[in-house]
């Protein structure tokens, strides 16, 4: 079954199968709407060239989307940053702490510029002139604006990076924003928004494959979402959408008014989805969903 | 005692070789870590050295997102799931004490198959943390990865058998050639900057080796203990599958779904018998000084996993209040304070969290005056250590058979005496020995579980009620207050673990649990102070969760100032 040719550094002593990793390829395949054939391209994809340089900003956020990043398994995050991309700042992982951090952040933005992702994890507190997040004596806004416009493109990673999400909920005590609202309209360099709490890792993976395949980002939606996991409302992928006792529409699902491809990729290897554990859908990845979604268990 | 010197001399020559390290940066003065990284949130630690030692030090929480304003005028009921995304780490005890305290102060009990599906949740989110802590957050403080390319693979196999002889082999050839390779390519990722080659690691290559490969096996493996939350909770992190008054997961309560649930369990309790606590046991052997730095002597546990409606008699981790390190005492919730003089809010005033008072009013970061925005809370005053230490010891002081086994089988193992656990290696070892222990006790859970039981008890909304849901999240003891008004939020208060490890000096000026610890902690080289940071993810930090407001007023305008 080994008809594509072996990329030249994933032996199999790197303890990933082929098996494995063009399993996981064909997943991202369908989750980007292409035939399963290419899957094996994905894979090409992913193991030519060096790998592309991921900074990653971590700003008024919870760290949930980076565990949804976590998850990923087969291949898994071992083999996403040793063999996919080259993870270059991430607070929560990497062996450094300190002001080495904003040498090597502010260092690799300029060896780098013009050349690597962007991924930003949480909202950009811009009230007070941003003083309610700050990272080695900066503020998160002062960060986001040097660093941001240096990015080949930015991936704004869960609802908060998108639109501003939880803290920008009402009254919004910080002035919360998401990267575009906070960086205005003078920023230049793509933004391609991932909204959910969590996004499903897989629509991650699955913007960097589109890359990687094409050169280029994946086409959007009027809210910046790729239109590959987001066209269709998440009621219109829904298994139980025909099952009156097993919609929750009339408990409040918001799967009607929210664009998502949850219960069609579903998370955590395919093991659930929110209505799948008897749950309404809370609308997670539409733009101020914690106030314009509420209250979440009555129906509208 | 391996030689750290020889390690250096010897080393290959990877392609690009590094530049000679600069000499350590010693003497007197400020150093200051920002940001502290393989933690939640945003955390700065800043201590004052002497004669090559802490002499103080200062913490600060540099986030504020003011969760609790957020949810003022809201339905109770949604509480949990916006109380939830104060930490993705730690996805679901905020979830949990919410919609514990709207049961609370609805006068709720819920379903007995519902409890036993929060206890598995609960517990399957202690399993993730801890070996995501472990191997991932914590690991690299004492391994050298750089060092584990010189190791010897067949020396590191048979290592390997005695360390953890019921493990599944490892091909630690590939593992080094994987890690060579990377290393070789240049592009170091989440290597870069590590402090690598330094003399506080005393690991030898294979240990390192060894180590280097579990932390990627724990990279995998936590990929199924996350997948345990999905089954009963829609997805992971961020379950969705709590409601006030029981648990929605209905249709997955079937023979099949708790087959697999137990299949996951069963992998993940093989992992911590036979890799991650071994490994907590070699670490202890190899950094035997860390048994005796970081400690603190007054701890705090509300407890957890209730086995039936009576709380906290039947909980099965026990609820307590220890002082220097004696016998556990009854919990009094109505002692505990919170202060903010060193926090960036108005006021001096110490208060009880149902009667606080809280403006925001960042005022610049001095240590001598406002440092941060975690406040400061107290129990009679005192600062109490908070999390798997503080469980483990008020469970052990309490005869928890379970607790007390693999105390002393740990302590005989490492060769330590019971008065070591009180220190940086105690804490760590202490979430891999309640990690099995908790293990062990999901199974008999599972086992309770009945298909097409009772999930949910049914409940109308009250015009005015309080409330209190207290739990134990894995970094300690949590606690939700919430005032019901007009059927609304009126008002929503937090008590977060971290919050009690991490926060600043009280209005007595004494330190917190983590600023007292880090006293008298060896710094070698100033400019990469390894040392300190040993202590500090020793308690596994959890920003995001510890900044909060507290607003009791519900007709008060809300104000944010900054000066």
Redesign the interface.
Known sequence: MDQHPKPNYLPEEHGITRRSFLKFCGVVAGALGLEPVFGPKIFEAFAAGSRPSVLWLHFAECTGCTEAVLRTSSPGFADLIFDTISLDYHETLMAAAGSTMDGILTATAESHRGQFFCVVEGAIPTADGGVYGMIGGRTMLSIAQQICPKAKAIIALGNCASYGGLPAAWPNPTGAMGVEGALGQGLSVPVVNLPGCPPNPVNFVGTLATYLLSGKLPELDDDGRPKFAYAKEVHGHCPYRQDKSRCLFEAGCKGKKTHNNCPSVKFNDATSFPMQAGHPCIGCSEPDFWDTMTPFYLKS | MPDTTATAVKKTKPPKEKPPLPPPVTGNGRV???????????LRIEVEIRNGAVAAAWSSG??????E??LKG??P??AW??TQ?????C?YVHGSSSVRCVENALGISVPANARTIRNLQMGAQFLHDHI?HFY??HA?DWID?ASALDANPATTAELAKKVSPNAPAI?F???Q??LK??IAGG?L????????PHEAYLLTPEENLLLAAHY?EA??L??KA??M?????????????L?VGGV?????ITSARISEFRSLLQETRKFIDTVYVPDAVLLAQAYPEWAGMGANGNFLAFGEFPQSPAEPASLYFPQGVIFNRGGPAALNLTSISEHVKHSWYNGETARHPSSGETV?N?TGLDTLNRYS?LKAPRYTGEPLEVGPLARVMVAYKSSHPAVKTAVDGFLKNAGLSFDQMFSTLGRTAARALESAVIAGAMDGWLGALQTGGSLQQSWSMKASATGYGLNEAPRGALGHWIQIQDGKIGNYQMVIPSTWNFGPRCAADKPGPVESALVGTPVADSAR?VEI?RTVRSFDPCI?CAVH?IDPKPDKV?T???S
């Not at chain 2, 200051?32 to 945003?42: A, F, K, L, M, S």
């Not at chain 2, 990722?189 to 690598?196: E, N, Q």
């Not at chain 2, 939350?229 to 599958?241: E, L, M, R, V, Y």
């Open positions: 200051v870590i920002d940001p502290v990284t393989r933690i939640e949130g945003h540099m986030l504020f997102r003011g969760v304003t957020i809201r339905n009921e949604d799931l916006f995304r104060l930490c993705g780490v996805t995501v991932h957050l690299l990865i091909d050839s590939a593992v050639s994987r390779n990377f592009q990722g989440i290597f870069a900057g590590a402090y690598w990627l990279l995998k936590q990929v996350g997948r939350h999905a089954i009963f909770g829609g997805k992971n992190p961020h379950p969705q599958s409601k929605t997961c209905r249709d997955d925001p960042f925005w102070p940071l995001a407001v809300y944010v100032r900054a």
